[in-house]
């Protein structure tokens, strides 16, 4: 489950109740740290709140829906009737309205869960050679477990998700790293150790390919 919420006492009260009824759940104070952790970690349900600091949880929910067909769950104190219309339609998959009990929030993600046979979002990754599962935070080269930091797994996930695909510096920046820790050298750092994992340099590379001036692809070794 992901929970994004900027009040701190819902959100880690909704962090509480989901973990006590057996979720696996991560909880997210801003847009963009929700939209990194769709990206990385590909949740069941996410549960949205409208009024985040910054950016709108309506464009939240449109950039979701652009790339993911992920159960949402509007949770906002905004009861207007002509809102949840709009929301519903935007791609929301329910709406609760502030202040909801336990039992409701609840019951929504289990509604939604079943319509949506919840429990397949995060499905294992294979390109080549390389494997990656998300749910099990694991990676393999070739059979070989790969030993990676939290954010060479993150980055390798971002990355496996958009094979084939260029992916920019600044995509990267926005889509792995947390907002308090972002700059473009961290990103260059990481992708050089996450190279030298692989077995690779930037000279000779097999999955890792810059396309100059642009960003990375990542994509399958050439067959020789």
């Known amino acids: 489950m992901l929970v994004i919420e900027d009040d701190d006492d819902v959100r880690h009260a909704l962090g509480r109740l989901l973990s006590a009824t057996g ?7 801003t847009a963009l740290d929700g939209l990194r ?12 709140d409208l009024g985040l600091p910054d950016l709108d949880g309506a464009a939240v929910l ?9 159960p949402i769950v509007v949770a906002t104190a905004r009861e207007e009737e002509s809102e949840m219309i709009r929301l519903l339609r935007a791609g929301a998959d329910d709406y609760v309205v502030k202040p909801y009990s336990a039992e409701q929030i609840e019951a929504r993600i289990a509604a939604v869960l079943r319509r949506g046979g919840g429990g397949t979002a ?5 390109v ?15 059979g070989v477990p790969l030993q990676l930091s939290r954010l060479e797994f993150d980055l390798l996930a971002y990355l496996m998700q958009r094979a084939g695909k260029v992916v920019t510096r600044r ?6 790293w947390p907002a308090e ?6 990103v260059d750092v990481h992708v050089t150790w996450l190279r030298r994992k692989l077995g690779e340099r930037a000279a000779q590379p ?5 396309v100059r001036g642009v960003g990375i692809r990542l994509s399958p070794p050439e067959a020789v």
């Open 23 to 29: 979720h696996e759940t991560r909880l997210c104070a």
């Open 171 to 176: 995509q990267l920046l926005t889509g792995v």
């Open 206 to 210: 097999r999955y890792l390919h810059t």
């Open 181 to 186: 820790s972002r700059s473009l050298e961290t």
């Open 122 to 126: 995060a499905t294992e990754l294979t």
């Open 128 to 142: 080549g050679g390389l494997t990656l599962d998300p749910q099990a935070r694991t990676a393999t080269l070739d």
């Open 62 to 70: 449109r950039r979701i829906r652009a790339t993911s067909q992920v």
């Open 37 to 48: 952790e769709v990206a990385a970690w590909p949740p069941d349900v996410v549960v949205l």
